[in-house]
Structures are given as C-alpha cells and as structure tokens.
C-alpha cells in the first residue's frame, strides 16, 4: 500500500507546478519533476525528460530501476554497449545501474515520460 502524506488520499497535479530539475553536464536535457512520493521501501519519482536537438550527455548510472516511455520524438539509447532506437510509444525498463544515455540526433524535440524507483533502504 501507498502510505498517505499528510492524509491525502490521492495527489493531483498541474503542469504549472512541475519543478525543473537540471543536471549537471547535460546540455539540451530539459527534466521537468511531476511527483516525488514514497511508498514503504521505495521512492518513486515521474519526470518528463525533453531532450532537444544536438543535446549532449555522458553515460551516467542512477541507484534505481527507470521506465521510459517516449511521448513524441525519436531517440537513440544507449545502455552499456548496446544502442536502442525507442520511437513514440517505445517504452524501455533497465536497472539504473547500466551505463546509460539517451540521444536525440533528429531535427525534432523528444520527450519522454521517466519513472524512477529507488530503494529507500
């Protein structure tokens, strides 16, 4: 079960109240923080990753397992040694662990809705 935040029993939030997270190091990474929530052992956090044109990032590891499902855009991901090319629709899960980085060698933003779930132990 979810553990309710100050007796909440649901949470619903507004574009407007989306935080924007940057990154060091990531150029054209856009990380706008929907929800940030725990529940038991674990923290989940929802983000929408825009990844622009000509964007730049090196491989990075996260102590958590990512969804990924893409919103519009084509993008190249890198995981490790192997690249997969996720188009709108795609959704990839990986442990966070793996070397990982995301691509946008189009003309066209990418977006992509990020799931994050972390181990609070």
Do not use: W
Not at 99 to 107: G, I, Q
């Amino acid at each position: 079960g979810i553990k309710e935040e100050d007796g909440e029993r649901f949470v619903h939030i507004k574009p407007a109240a989306f935080k924007t997270v940057k990154k060091e190091n990531a150029i054209g990474f856009i990380y706008e923080q929907m929800l940030n929530r725990t529940a038991g052992d674990t923290v989940l956090e929802a983000v929408i990753l825009t990844i622009e044109p000509g964007s730049k990032r090196s491989k990075v590891v996260t102590d958590a397992y990512e969804l990924k499902y893409v919103l519009e855009g084509t993008i190249e991901y890198e995981l490790d040694d192997e690249t997969i090319i996720l188009e709108k629709g795609d959704c990839l899960y990986y442990d966070g662990r793996i070397p990982h980085v995301p691509h946008n060698r189009t003309n066209e933003t990418a977006r992509m809705l990020v799931i994050y779930l972390f181990n609070n132990k």
